[in-house]
């Protein structure tokens, strides 16, 4: 095994002296042989998880990716690092194609890139076999699952290529989080005993913002023109709007340019391209935008319609800033969008479709109208806990909402729907509750004589949105009960009524009504910030555009902002120094190194050198993890387990396979958190077997560790050895 060299290796071939968390372990299951399933969010660095470990292992890594576009970058990248990394595909034609194929049969590279189309083709297989495949990495794993967002169906062929191909290991990476989905990728890619790995969902660097929407596109205009140098995509809800907004801030002078499905494919690909080359710096997209797109340097995601559910939220936010540099993700709510999304809903046939969608859309808009840390709901829809109590990233905690008291108003609202029941007998909805407060003169208040109650026009000195507000927030602190269909109609919950009837105070925390249209956010993640010499970053920007240009690469396959920034703040001018900078491998160096020196002495040429207090601290460790460190999806198994229930029956109620759980059980044990006992899982004689192999051989790969005992022990008695003899 040559993986005790991967540390040096990702110096020198990425220019990076840390890994990020979860690489490692990642990288050195599957240079043990492993099969490994990576679910890591955006940004988390999951390319690197099979690169790294293509170049320490012999032979080719063969690299499953859906888009073109995807593979293109990637390889570009990595030959601007110095690797023999190539991709082949439809575009790829004559005597390029041929070039490529005589380099894969000389063994010349350890990258390929191609796409699960690939694999169907007759002959391909015993091309990899010639070609001395020796590991496979399937990028987006989801995508062979339906039950994820971006099924596609070409990836199922990818089951066949391991049977073709037996004793080479599979890399599955992904960025969905749901178990389904998880559980799919490994019975689909008939994975072998896969060991799982599983990050926090948090992303530290990002913002959460929300922000009532009124005028989206002037509002989105002020946005943008603060950060002129800055890249973003503003999310909408259909072409029409990405068209106009695109034209709209096009003619204040922003460069922005449309991106949705309806596009001629030259206009979208010149679009993208414009975008990734920093050429235009907004995209007004549907979601049709954004599988494609790894620019690494997206300061922000702004969402002008209310998204379908969490779930795409947290994906296109995510999009922002996987550089791991601070960005922010503005969420422009209106109540209105969600009245108007669940009207299309009446239109689908599928009523339970329609059901699980209304409910999703409900979900989102309770996100927004939230009062709690944005950064701790996200989560909690991932199944993880946030520890902190102000995560220091999102309007919420930045900016804590005052408590007012809404006993008063809260005693008009409560009593004017009872009211209502009792004279009519029947209930209705919030917006005829705020009507008869405000004491309008409507066809139903007419009709139901709703103007003789003794809550009419008792609610005229505050504004009726004010009132929707007040009722809305009521409805999520359970003082009302809304019906679950269209009509939503209220009625008072038990709460509600013994509040009403024994004046016990409401306290609320005040939602802001309408924030000026166009005020700033001002509200940035420190987390994963770099202080630097913002001059000689604007100059090492151009720089790095001219040589990209030559190249025909995106700027960003040349340096990332980070590796920029960390140049504005050492002033690197020797080798050595600038080898220090991150993300500076030797080829880069190389290449590069000369030119950005030289504008830096240049530079100083004429300025001053700052100095920079320490780089703020490295974003916080994975926040998911229980203070132990055990992720929610094991503390779930440990609580079943503690009910009695045996690893199967665990399995079969939480819906995983059963090595998942015997590994959840380990880790527990590991931990001190289990009460087990070794004899449980294994004799006193195996134990000796186990532990005179483990001192040879080590525990960290089990894969090895089983084959020293000759394949006689399985997976999860290695698992639980390994736990009991590091047991805290
Ligand atoms: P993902 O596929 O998980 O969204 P990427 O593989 O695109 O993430 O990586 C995101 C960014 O993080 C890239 O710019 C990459 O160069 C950078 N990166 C990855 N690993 C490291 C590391 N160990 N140290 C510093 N930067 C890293
Ligand atoms: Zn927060």
């Known amino acids: 095994m040559r993986h005790a060299n991967l540390a040096p290796l990702l110096k020198q071939t990425f220019g990076y002296d840390t ?69 082949i595909n439809s575009s790829i034609q004559g005597s390029e194609a041929h070039r490529r194929r005589s380099g894969l049969e000389e063994g010349h590279y350890q990258l390929l890139y191609a796409a699960p189309e690939r694999v169907m083709m007759p002959d391909f297989v015993s091309d990899l076999q010639r070609w001395n495949v020796t590991a496979i990495a399937v990028d987006e794993a989801h995508c062979i699952s339906q039950w994820g967002h971006d099924f596609r169906p070409e990836y199922r062929a990818l089951g066949q290529l391991r049977d073709a191909l037996p004793g080479v290991p599979f890399l599955a990476l992904t960025a969905t989080a749901t178990e389904q989905v998880r559980e799919d990728i490994i019975r689909q890619l008939h994975l072998h005993e896969p060991e799982v790995f599983l990050a926090s969902f948090n992303r530290p660097n990002l913002s959460y913002t929300v922000l009532p929407k009124a005028k989206a596109t002037s509002q989105v205009y002020d946005f943008v023109r603060q950060r002129p140098s800055e890249a973003g995509i503003v999310y909408v809800q259909s072409r029409r ?50 599988m494609g797109i790894n620019k690494p340097d997206v300061r922000y995601v702004i969402h002008a319609d209310l998204p379908k559910n969490i779930e795409g939220y947290y994906q296109e936010t995510g999009r922002a800033g996987r550089d791991s540099l601070p960005s922010e993700c503005v969420l422009l709510y209106s109540r209105g969008d969600l009245v108007r999304n669940l009207k299309f809903l009446d239109e689908m046939t599928d009523a339970q479709a329609a059901e699980i969608a209304a409910r999703q859309m409900r979900m989102m808009a309770d996100f927004a109208e939230g009062t709690e840390c944005r950064r701790v709901a996200l989560l909690d829809y991932f199944g993880e806990q946030w520890p902190g109590d102000n995560c220091g990233g999102c309007d919420i905690c930045l900016q804590p909402r005052e408590q007012w008291d809404a006993t008063t108003h809260a005693q008009k609202l409560l009593s004017c729907i009872f009211r209502i029941r009792q004279k009519s007998g029947f209930s209705t909805g919030l917006n005829h509750v705020v009507e008869v407060l405000a004491g309008a003169n409507t066809e139903k208040i007419r009709k139901w004589y709703h103007d003789q109650l003794s809550t009419y026009g008792i609610g005229k000195d505050v504004p009726r949105e004010e009132w929707a507000v007040l009722g809305r927030q009521l409805i999520r602190e359970g003082y009302i009960d809304a019906t679950a269909d269209s009509f939503q109609t209220l009625s008072l919950s038990k709460k509600g009524l013994a509040t009403l009837m024994n004046r016990t105070p409401v306290m609320l925390t005040r939602v802001p009504i309408a924030v000026k249209a166009g005020t700033s956010t001002g509200k940035v993640a420190k987390a994963g910030s770099i202080a630097c010499d913002e001059g000689l970053f604007a100059e090492l920007r151009a720089l790095r555009k001219r040589l990209a240009d030559e190249k025909g690469v995106p700027p960003y396959v040349v340096f990332g ?53 320490a780089e703020a601290a490295p974003p916080p460790p994975p926040k998911m993890k229980s203070e132990d460190g055990l992720t929610g999806t094991v503390l779930e198994t440990l609580r079943l387990q503690r009910q009695g229930h045996s690893a199967e029956k665990i399995a079969a109620l939480r819906g995983l396979v059963v090595s998942t759980i015997h590994s959840h059980i380990a880790q527990g044990i590991q931990r001190g958190e289990v009460k087990a006992d070794p004899r449980d899982y294994y004799s006193a004689e195996e134990e000796a077997e186990l532990r005179a192999a483990a001192a040879e051989h080590g525990m960290e790969s089990l894969g090895k560790l089983r084959e020293a005992l000759g394949n006689r022990y399985e997976y999860p008695v290695l698992h639980y050895f390994r736990a009991f003899e590091t047991r805290k």
């Open 561 to 613: 902002d980070a590796s920029l920034r960390h140049m504005c703040r050492e002033y690197p001018h020797t080798e050595r120094g600038f080898l220090a900078i991150p993300g500076v491998g030797s080829q880069k160096l190389a290449d590069y190194g000369a030119a950005f020196m030289g504008v830096i002495s240049q530079w100083l040429e004429g300025h001053e050198m700052l100095k920079f207090a």
């Open 241 to 290: 709007s990405a068209e106009s907004l695109a034209a709209a801030l096009t003619a204040e002078g922003v460069k922005a340019v449309a991106y949705h499905a309806g596009l001629q494919p030259e206009e979208r690909a010149a679009n993208q391209e414009a975008f990734i080359r920093d050429e235009a710096n907004v995209v007004c997209a549907t979601i049709a935008f954004g």
């Open 19 to 87: 890994f990020r968390p979860l690489q490692r372990e990642i990288m050195e299951a599957a240079l043990a042989g492993r099969d490994v399933v990576a679910i890591l969010p955006t940004g988390a660095g999951k390319s690197l998880c099979f690169q790294l470990p293509a170049l320490a292992r012999e032979g080719l890594t063969l690299v499953i990716s859906p888009l073109i576009a995807l593979m293109k970058d990637q390889v570009d990248a990595l030959v601007a690092s110095g690797v023999a990394a190539t991709f």
